[in-house]
């Protein structure tokens, strides 16, 4: 048996690809209008909760400033990004690798035993027991997989006019378009800290290895 | 800082290798592919008639932004403006059969559609007014419309940065219920800033296709040789999306 399955190593590295591009178009469209708000609209500085830096060029795509070049690449990304997610929500539920891997259990949610985790993982010791994920593993992966990516789908297709007209509940269940806003962009954040906790660890825990199971599959 | 510059270095070429896909003939094609993608599947998961969320009176922004042109630079819309656009003109040509040219007075006495709804402009704010004036259908139907009828253009009186403002939308988002020619913004005639006399709302998309200053409405087989061929003002100079129902 592979330590990753085939979708899953194909799903994670198209993934990558197409979270990179979105999460760095996307910074370039924030640019465009630097306010965020919560509710259906906000137009102007007063109205906002928060004023989002200007981000440079490097961190951008393209690097300089087009907002209609950098929607572009957002919404072009957005198809494999979307039906990616789809396929790999897909094998998992009929792998059951969620349900048997990802699920926690009753007896994780123990506050001494997540405090166990926490030191364990603060000490660099990655070795643990049975199953293939400790409980922090689980609720991050959890987390990703559940609600911080779709909820960019969902965010975003909330964001969209023409998508309104097919799905005006979609509006109404973010608590507006602004607040979908709102949440696409600080969605976009969860991920970014997903990603930088997911590489550290992966860079303190044998990265070398890590990357070539998740490469050629790995052995469990 | 060490750390930054590597990130800032892996960054640049990422973005490198992305903008030689964008500049390659299969990059592009397919970066403008993806707007197609998009309105067929919004067109497909939804009615034509589908309509938008309409709101309560007291959803109403306190003011609504204008954006873009926010009037007009020239002696006619000076004096226009100064006799209250009484002698406005709206004109329907192109491929129609009856070719019209409407006064404010006829366009208030059509039957009128009043719609509060949801201002999104590209740059990402929206707000939100209610809306009055026709529907774009009952003129196109009054006009008759030829059968190689695609696309209809608004001429614009505004010209900015030294191109005459410009849109289109196809027959489907033309024939749409929520498709009006406003002439009252909350229940006032529209203030300049907003399109003084009329302006187009077209709800399904974002603000750059809801044109301001309307002198005409052009019916048309295609979209090559108004303006650069693109289909609108921005979409001719920035490349914005023909289709902004995204």
Known sequence: MKRHSLSTRVWHWVNLICVIILFMSGLNISNAHRWLYWGEWGFAPEQAWLQVPRFPGWA??????????????????AWPFAIGMLFMWIAMLVSRHFWRDIRTTRDEWNMAAIRNDIVQHLKLNFSHGSGKYNFLQK?????????????????????????EAAAPWLVDAFGGRQSARSVHFLFSWGIFGFFVIHVALVLLSGPIRQLREMITGGRL | MKRRAVMAGIGAMFVGACSKIADSKVGSSLLGAAEDWHRKAHRALSDRTALVNEYAKADISPYFRGNGSTSVDTDAYRMHAANGFADWRLEVRGLVRNPLSLSMENIRK????????RHDCVEGWSAIGEWTGPQLSTILDAAVMDPAARFVVFRCADNLNGADYYESIDLVDAMHPQTIIAHLLNGDDLPEKNGAPLRMRI?????YKHPKYLTAIEVVSTLDGIGEGKGGYWEDR??????AGI
Do not use: C, K, N
């Open chain 2, 203 to 207: 709800e399904r998309q974002l603000g």
């Open chain 1, 60 to 77: 951008t795509i393209p690097d300089y400033y087009s907002l209609a070049a950098a929607r572009d690449w957002h919404i072009l990304t």
């Open chain 2, 110 to 117: 059509l039957p009128q559609r009043t719609q509060i709804t």
């Open chain 2, 238 to 243: 920035a490349d914005y999306q023909w289709y």
């Open chain 1, 139 to 163: 609720i991050a992966y959890g987390l990703v997989l559940g609600i911080l990516l779709p909820g960019m789908i969902f965010t975003g297709l909330a964001i969209s006019p023409g998508f």
